[in-house]
């Protein structure tokens, strides 16, 4: 089945300065990937996602890469503010299920 | 359009007991999947329902056990809670045909 992998497990970068969250997953097949932000106490919110047959997609400030030869898809914020602080988690999707990364802890410091 | 709502948002069971978690879907969709998510990890995908039928499950044992009604909305069943089985459980709607999930704010299920 599928595997994603997600690093780093935790990042902390000053505010204003950019934020690269990178995933690895296993199954070829998969074909859509999105992100999940959550917040203390709260469920996972679908910030973006990328289908198989594009290689960028961008919304404001966050963007997404995906390298379907490597297997590798990649989340970039730019101009990060304090909200953006919060637990990340890349996905694949996977027949009915959605396959998640261990995510990514961003710190935003002041 | 309203969002994905589960309840309650906390609960304390004792070892050996049964839970219902409920779920109402967001507005327009028909499928339903629960999810587990342990401290500091990523949700683990239990099952899924759509048309009031399980449609896929995750590696979970046959305690546990869901339900889909004709409003779409939905039921966990946990039964002989183990204290593993403590976590945050997630309910995200989908509709058929469309590949975006949504999810709720989750359950926080603490078995002492």
């Known amino acids: 089945g599928e595997n994603v992998e997600q690093h780093p497990s935790t990042l902390s970068v000053q505010e204003g300065d950019s934020a690269v969250i990178k995933c690895t997953y296993s199954?070829?097949?998969?074909?859509?990937f999105p992100w999940y932000k959550q917040e203390l106490g709260k469920g996972p919110q679908l910030i973006i996602d990328?289908?198989?047959?594009?290689g960028e997609k961008k919304d404001q400030r966050i963007a997404v890469t995906l390298n379907k030869t490597a297997k590798h898809f990649s989340l970039h914020i730019t101009e990060t503010q304090p909200e953006d602080s919060a637990v990340y988690f890349c996905?694949?999707?996977?027949?009915?299920?959605?396959?998640f990364g261990k995510g990514t802890r961003l710190h935003i410091l002041p | 359009e309203t969002g994905v709502t589960q309840s309650p948002t906390h609960l304390i069971k004792t070892r050996g007991q049964q839970v219902t978690l409920r779920c109402s879907s967001q507005?327009?969709?028909?499928?339903v999947s629960w999810y587990q998510q342990a401290l500091g990890q990523g949700p683990q995908f239990i099952f899924q329902?759509?048309?009031?039928?399980?449609?896929g499950r995750g590696n979970f044992p046959p305690r546990f056990s869901g339900l889909q009604f004709p409003n779409y909305s939905s039921e966990l069943n946990v039964n002989a809670l183990e204290l593993d089985d403590s976590a945050l459980y997630l309910c995200?709607?989908?509709?058929?045909?469309?590949?975006?999930?949504?999810f709720g704010q989750g359950t926080r299920l603490t078995v002492v």
């Open positions: 329902y759509y048309r009031e039928e399980e449609n």
């Open positions: 996905a694949a999707k996977e027949d009915d299920k959605i396959i």
């Open positions: 199954d070829s097949a998969s074909n859509y």
């Open positions: 507005s327009g969709h028909n499928t």
């Open positions: 990328i289908r198989s047959n594009v």
């Open positions: 995200a709607s989908s509709s058929t045909g469309v590949t975006e999930a949504f």
